[in-house]
DNA sequence: CCGGATCCCCAGGGATACTG
DNA sequence: CAGTATCCCTGGGGATCCGG
């Protein structure tokens, strides 16, 4: 990318994650761990296979990554974040955080993941009784699935299936994001289409950071 | 911009202010405050016109930012950000915290401002000892000119000229910088330029929030 | 002088096909 | 599987011009 030339630490970090693409790769690193080059690449739908060629040779220059080639069974290269690009945590957390207001409205044609589905509820919710025992959660969402685990007041989340899930949530992406966000309530979820069952109570366990719900409210109407 | 495609808040976060130049001005419009269009271009050292005047469209009907005809002595546009955008001054700390370990490397053609002189110890530092009385330290980098006044507690900082500063730091931008920021220490920032006049103490009542010292000197020394 | 609009040129991104 | 190579086209940079 071309240099914005200014000697500001919000222009230099842009220098080096402000291209596309690259802060969506990042994403990936940090949500999935070190990943192989396919893996990135359905982990990026829409994304040039060159274009992540390109990207991944300038985050290895820059020291975002490390790209070393896997232990002997695999055989192949796996990308991973270095502490520098982990650091790059906080920023993706804000970003997400500042993005959840852009979710209630609906793009038939996106993508979507279960990684996208785990890290809301672990990035942006928390358990609002701490000291309740342990319980799961279930997530379905367009055929992506991910779990909820309660425990010792942390809120830990993976994609894929529970066995013993005390509550299951299904319905479309906006609904069950919408729901564990903040930015719909239970009411305004089910209309979309959630389907709640089992434990209802642990829904108020999942308690959304984000934003105070009368503002949620306003906006949720259009 | 294109849309990513992806049903995540980060990328939808991205397809709103991910294009060039965007965060930037978000960026002048958080520090400045409402800003004329002319005030925006100086502010955006390298930034062309038709690219500015494209944005700021693009952020108005995103809802980031309004433009207002300005109150009859002035009778010019006035750009703001609106509550949504103003709401962007956590990505814009994240990555201007995380963009500091950048700020060594020397660029001798970087443009450099008061504001952003301003912002870094504002946004990057506390006051160490917060019931001490108030006290007003003088920043000199590159003729442009910025104040710290410390004062229960709080770090605000103003671009100009103090009248009756307690402490003076005068030098190049990446030695007074790299002082506040914690990615240099008193010694090497005296080797790289920095002039401290008056009272040295005050030096430790402005703490870095920064990173640890050991890895702020390992990377110091490259 | 302010607030843009227009034009031209080129680098960077997207889609597809191809190779070790 | 892990990228390259190619082509095309959009979007950004720079300069100039224009109405108020």
């Not at 509550?167 to 719909?184: E, K, T, Y």
Request: charged share 25%; with cysteine; net charge negative.
């Amino acid at each position: 990318m071309r240099s914005y030339g200014q000697y500001c630490s919000i222009a230099r970090a842009l220098d080096v994650v402000g291209d596309r693409w690259t802060l969506l790769i990042v994403r990936e690193l940090l949500l999935r761990g070190p990943c192989r080059f396919t893996d990135l690449k359905n982990g990026l739908p829409g994304v040039a296979a060159n274009l992540l060629s390109t990207r991944l040779k300038e985050l290895e220059a820059a020291g975002l990554i490390t790209r070393e080639d896997a232990p002997p069974p695999v055989a192949t290269a796996l990308y991973a974040l270095s502490e520098t690009g982990l650091e790059l945590e906080p920023v993706l957390k804000a970003l997400g955080l500042w993005g959840l207001r852009f979710m209630s409205v609906e793009r038939p044609d996106d993508a979507f993941q279960a990684q996208w589905l785990a890290y809301a509820p672990a990035w942006f919710t928390t358990d609002a009784d701490p000291d309740a025992p342990p319980a799961v959660v279930q997530l379905v969402a367009n055929d992506e699935l991910a779990v909820i685990e309660l425990r010792n007041g942390q809120v830990h989340t993976r994609p894929g299936r529970a066995t013993d899930a005390d509550l299951v949530l299904d319905g479309p992406p906006r609904a069950v994001l919408g729901l564990l966000s903040g930015v719909l309530d239970a009411e305004r979820a089910g209309r979309l289409g959630l389907v709640v069952r089992g434990r209802h109570d642990l829904l108020t366990r999942l308690r959304p950071v984000a934003r105070d719900p009368a503002r949620t409210q306003d906006e949720a109407v259009q």
